[in-house]
């Protein structure tokens, strides 16, 4: 008795749920990480764009450089990629409905070029008026979603953010932290929707590119484990099973 008293007692081990939802957690913030910085390095890139074309004008003392212009933008660009590429492939899950379409990273490379060059076509070419650039950029923004996207939940959260994205820029020129160079949509360009909806679109396909490379990665992991304790715990061990 003394011999089993003085026995240290062997800590308990994670059964295989606990370890699939702390790897499923880990995921979830390796993700919105990942997402995060790709929409700060986004944001850099097209409103140096846009500065460079004067499309957007911020006080003469905060253009200094490219980190220093609005220091506020690249953060909130990050977090709302990081929050609508999350969103993506939870709706997905949600509506029971996976998004199979062109799911492979030359897809989503390309549909990020493709967002590049909306953004870039908006500050450089020149159209005869805003309405015409507004359904160009309208145009190519549907076309960006049915070439890399075609579900009904993509398009649906891309109008949603769209105009929530649009409230919040209106909100941002009436109180003057920023402004546009001859609004025509209130406080606004009227072609702004279009950006925000493709940039949804774009951060969307991102966030599930990276949904399904994790998940696939945790299937292969649980399966390991799977197979290590059946050889470990059972005299036997199916051989169909690893077919």
């Not at 546009?180 to 949509?185: A, G």
């Amino acid at each position: 008795m003394a011999e089993n008293d003085a026995m240290p007692t062997l800590p308990k081990k994670c059964g295989p749920y606990i370890s699939s939802v702390t790897s499923c957690g880990m995921n979830l913030v390796i993700r919105g990480i990942v997402l995060f910085f790709i929409g700060v390095f986004l944001a850099l890139v097209l409103n140096l764009l846009q500065i460079q074309r004067n499309v957007t004008l911020f006080p003469p003392d905060v253009i200094t450089s490219i980190f220093s212009s609005a220091w506020w933008v690249p953060p909130c660009c990050g977090t709302a990629s990081a929050v609508i590429g999350l969103l993506y492939p939870c709706m997905d899950r949600h509506l029971g409905e996976p998004h199979k379409f062109k799911r492979e990273w030359s897809s989503v490379m390309r549909c990020v070029a493709v967002f590049v060059g909306i953004n870039h076509a908006s500050a450089k070419v020149d159209f005869a008026n805003n309405i015409q650039l507004s359904l160009t950029l309208a145009a190519l923004s549907i076309g960006l979603w049915w070439t890399f996207d075609r579900s009904r939940s993509g398009f649906g959260l891309g109008v949603g953010i769209a105009f929530l994205a649009t409230l919040v820029s209106q909100f941002l020129v009436y109180n003057g932290v920023y402004q546009y160079t001859s609004p025509d949509f209130l406080y606004v360009r009227s072609w702004l929707p279009c950006i925000f909806f493709a940039g949804g679109i774009t951060m969307g396909n991102i966030g599930r590119q990276l949904a399904m490379v994790s998940l696939e990665g945790r299937i292969d992991c649980l399966l390991v484990v799977d197979i290590i304790h059946m050889s470990l715990f059972s005299s036997e061990m199916p051989i169909g099973y690893l077919n």
